[in-house]
């Protein structure tokens, strides 16, 4: 059976992505072929520039789940790798979207290019596809505020704690899972006791104090994330951490693995004169949230 194919990294199947697999899967339909998606585990800018940590939207098995949900048939990976970047668009086309993948239809974002140096923009893309009889469609980005919405802008609102701004380019609440790990006990003795999340080092994670859901197994709790190197305690060698302190809840959940989602940004991180100021500062978060939630 022949694929209607969408191909691309898809980091973060924003906006701009589920615009080019809904029209990937609407026309599979219409065409009577199976909707296809092929992705890059890693983003083969990273691939070039090695970036391997805090740069991540969505690990693989999340946009996989994220692109099922959209109605794909197929979602699979293809891992960029020496012997992919070497090849020329010629080659790609035909031994990648042609043999590899059998496209009978390929559907692509405006600035998508295939071969080594990206020597195969959309151009060359539409005159291959019509040479070889493959059904050919571009779709245009998706904007917000004037600027195309795109992985990099949206990494960018993310490493500066804009967790709001991403989450309307993204169209879902960002995510971060991991396992509850042992801390330095620090937020239990001052009276808000922490989760310390083991969340994968290629995860971008957002700095700062936000309101936050944490799902734990079907449950959802209301919690105040900390993102951040703990300045003012100086515990676990300044080192990033995510930690949640979750409201009205009192169990223990070591080991479970969670899944945090960021809402609203409360506050920078800061460092502190004294562990009072820092206690009457988290009192003063908790409220926020609080009143965030209701």
């Keep these: 059976m022949l694929n209607y194919l969408a191909i691309g990294t898809y980091d973060g199947v924003h906006l701009g992505h589920r615009k080019i697999i809904r029209a990937a899967v609407g026309e599979a339909k219409r065409l009577g072929m199976r909707s296809r998606v092929v992705y890059f585990p890693r983003p083969p800018k990273f691939f070039f520039s090695g970036e391997t940590l805090n740069c991540l939207i969505t690990l693989p098995e999340e946009r996989e789940r994220l692109v099922k949900?959209?109605?794909?048939?197929?979602?699979?990976?293809?891992?960029?790798?020496?012997?992919?970047?070497?090849?020329?668009?010629?080659?790609?086309?035909?031994?990648?979207?042609?043999?590899?993948?059998?496209?009978?239809g390929l559907c692509v974002g405006p600035d998508f290019a295939v071969g080594r140096g990206r020597e195969g923009h959309l151009d060359y893309l539409k005159c291959a596809s019509a040479a070889a009889g493959v059904a050919f469609k571009a779709v245009p980005f998706a904007r917000r505020g004037g600027h195309k919405i795109s992985s990099s802008l949206i990494r960018a609102h993310l490493r500066a704690g804009a967790v709001e701004e991403a989450n309307h380019c993204l169209g879902w609440n960002y995510t971060v899972s991991g396992p509850v790990i042992k801390g330095a006990g620090l937020g239990r003795k001052i009276g808000f006791p922490t989760a310390n999340i083991g969340a994968n080092p290629a995860k971008i994670l957002p700095p700062g104090i936000f309101a936050a859901t944490v799902k734990?197994?079907?449950?959802?709790?209301?919690?105040?994330?900390?993102?951040?190197?703990?300045?003012?305690?100086?515990?676990?060698?300044?080192?990033?951490?995510?930690?949640?302190?979750?409201?009205?809840?009192?169990?223990?959940?070591?080991?479970?693995?969670?899944?945090?989602?960021?809402?609203?940004?409360?506050?920078?991180?800061?460092?502190?004169?004294?562990?009072?100021?820092?206690i009457t500062h988290i009192k003063s978060d908790v409220a926020e949230a609080h009143k965030f939630f209701k």
């Design 69 to 104: 949900e959209l109605g794909v048939a197929l979602v699979e990976p293809l891992h960029f790798d020496p012997a992919l970047s070497g090849m020329s668009a010629d080659e790609f086309f035909t031994g990648v979207i042609l043999d590899k993948f059998k496209a009978g």
């Design 216 to 278: 734990i197994g079907q449950e959802v709790f209301n919690a105040v994330l900390n993102v951040g190197r703990r300045p003012t305690v100086d515990t676990l060698d300044c080192k990033m951490v995510l930690e949640a302190h979750l409201l009205d809840f009192n169990r223990l959940i070591y080991g479970k693995t969670i899944e945090v989602s960021f809402l609203k940004h409360l506050r920078p991180e800061r460092k502190f004169h004294s562990l009072d100021s820092l």
